[in-house]
């Protein structure tokens, strides 16, 4: 049962200079990636027999002083038992001019619809996404709400909403 | 119902051009405002597209904006079957990330509502089940059962659906002096009521024909798409985080982790997702009963400071709520409001699997499928 920081370590000797620090939190440390390199490192930790992270429990989006986020928090569950064998939370950051990050759809399906949420309202784009498109706002929506940025709409098809 | 299309299109020099229709999103089995647009070749399904997004309130914008308090109400109505145990999620998410104490008697409390809420949110899933697939009866003796539990509720915190009753580090209000009584009345007769339901619908020859080995999930399947709670159970994992993770008190109380056994069919078909509800709110009747035994007498809450600011940090944590598991992932930069709050809601995970399970159905079996998962929309979209 490797501990956040064991395999923190693991990657950074499997990806050498695609890991970056490891941050010590009060409550739960994380492991910073970078996005050129997620989809491989996703790829190894989840096919990895000892790692074997089998289900991505959630994708978060966060908007940090000019940058965005992806914070991936991942578990390796024994099917056997139920139990969760060891955890990892990963984070991505990302300029906000440029925001892209390598998809991981095609390693957890669950990602497919976490990642248009996080598109969606965020404004992330999941490069290699099978179908990138919005899921909670409707189509031709403007602007991604949870930017800290996001300026709230005035009117909406007519009505208006001050 | 098993000929897949491939099956018939075997036998068939006729090729016939596929239709496309929509289900819902103002539709009575889709358990609130949900459209798929399905592709369809004759009877059989080709594929299935969920459109959701029509409850979507930005709850997690609101979160930025309002205090932690203040965001306690609104949690009621992310999956509004369940308040109890969505308000729970969100004050041990909070009391986690603050460090804060909950006296003992609030724990008691606290799992005597969540699990009593369980209960009433199984009856609704079986309920509507039942309705889905055309026994009407199943849901008004469901929703007899789950009034009961409604009046305890309004009894305790004045609310039958939204609660507002938790805090951080307690509850709001003790429990009424009539609550032990009524509720033991309750419990006495609720596994009798649970037997009459087993012979209208769970042992119904043409509820069984329609729901076994309908709508398999393997246990890969289901967790690759985030299932959890009992459609994950039903695969046959064990994952109850009460049991692999507990929270409160449950590592001292006693009850079983029910999981499916292919028991009519096929292991993780829609019959094992149903019969594991109804087994569960066994389970958590025998949970209550435990909890209002020893029930102790003592605070119902922390005194917490007037503007309550938790420190800075990151926090993640996930409940077993009746539709799987509430993840609230919290960012505070140590203001009385969240710097960002990210909710993992089960059913949007839960309604992601119906495009890779519904290739080669029959229609009538994609409304078998979808109410077996049990999904509501206000989580969803949140």
Not at chain 1, 126 to 131: A, E, I, K, T, V
Not at chain 2, 53 to 65: A, D, F, S
Not at chain 2, 90 to 114: F, H, Q, S, T
Not at chain 2, 252 to 260: A, E, K, M, S
Request: charged share 25%; net charge negative.
């Amino acid at each position: 049962m490797p501990s956040p920081k064991e395999i923190h370590d693991r990657l950074k000797s499997q990806f050498p200079g695609f890991i970056l620090d490891f941050v010590e939190e009060r409550i739960d440390p994380y492991t910073q990636v970078k996005p050129e390199a997620l989809a491989r490192v996703a790829a190894f930790i989840k096919n990895d027999s000892e790692l074997a992270f089998n289900y991505l429990v959630s994708i978060s989006s966060l908007d940090e002083q000019g940058t965005l986020n992806a914070v991936y928090h991942l578990q390796s569950v024994d099917l056997q038992t139920g139990r969760t064998r060891h955890g990892v939370i990963l984070k991505v950051c990302v300029p906000v001019e440029n925001p892209v990050i390598p998809s991981v759809a095609h390693i957890w399906p669950t990602a497919d619809w976490q990642e248009r949420e996080c598109y969606d309202l965020m404004g992330i784009r999941f490069s290699g996404h099978p179908d990138l498109k919005r899921i909670l706002t409707e189509e031709g929506w403007v602007g991604h709400p949870l930017r800290k940025d996001y300026v709230f709409p005035t009117e909406y098809r007519g009505i208006d909403l001050t | 119902m098993s000929q897949s299309i491939n099956q018939v299109l075997e036998f068939s020099p006729l090729k016939t051009d596929g239709m496309t229709i929509n289900m819902g999103p103002q539709h009575p089995s889709t358990h609130g405002v949900l459209r798929l647009i399905v592709t369809t070749d004759g009877e059989f399904i080709e594929s299935v597209e969920p459109v959701v997004g029509y409850l979507h309130r930005c709850k997690e914008k609101i979160g930025e904006n309002v205090t932690y308090a203040q965001f306690m109400p609104y949690t009621d109505r992310l999956d509004y079957l369940a308040g109890m145990n969505n308000n729970w999620a969100w004050a041990m998410a909070v009391e986690k990330l603050a460090g804060i104490k909950v006296p003992e008697r609030a724990e008691y409390i606290r799992v005597i509502m969540g699990e009593l809420n369980r209960i009433a949110s199984h009856l609704v899933a079986i309920g509507t089940y039942g309705l889905d697939l055309g026994a009407w009866s199943p849901l008004v003796y469901a929703f007899n059962e789950r009034e009961k539990i409604m009046d305890l509720f309004e009894k305790t915190c004045g609310a039958r659906l939204t609660y507002n009753y938790y805090r951080f580090g307690g509850v709001s209000k003790d429990l009424p002096d009539e609550f032990r009584e009524e509720c033991g009345k309750l419990l006495a007769g609720f596994d009798s009521f649970l037997d009459e339901i087993d012979t209208l619908l769970s042992e119904n020859y043409i509820f069984i024909k329609r729901t076994a080995n309908v709508g398999v999930f393997s246990a890969k399947l289901a967790l690759d798409y985030g299932l959890t709670g009992p459609n994950l159970r039903a695969s046959g994992v064990p994952r109850d985080l009460r049991r692999v993770a507990p929270y409160s008190i449950y590592d001292r109380l006693q009850f079983d982790v029910i999981v499916g056994h292919g028991t009519k069919g096929i292991l993780g078909d829609c019959w094992d997702r149903y019969d594991c509800r109804i087994k569960e709110m066994r389970q958590s009747a025998r949970i209550v009963r435990q909890c209002l035994k020893d029930l102790p007498e003592g605070e119902i809450k922390t005194k917490l400071p007037a503007v309550f600011r938790p420190p800075k940090g990151h926090v993640f944590f996930a409940a077993e709520n009746p539709k799987g598991e509430l993840g609230f992932y919290i960012v505070s930069d140590g203001s009385t409001k969240p710097a960002r709050l990210h909710i993992r809601g089960p059913s949007f995970h839960s309604v992601s699997i119906l495009p890779a399970v519904s290739h080669g159905v029959m229609i009538a079996d994609l409304v078998a499928i979808l109410g077996s998962i049990d999904i509501v929309l206000g989580e969803v979209d949140r």
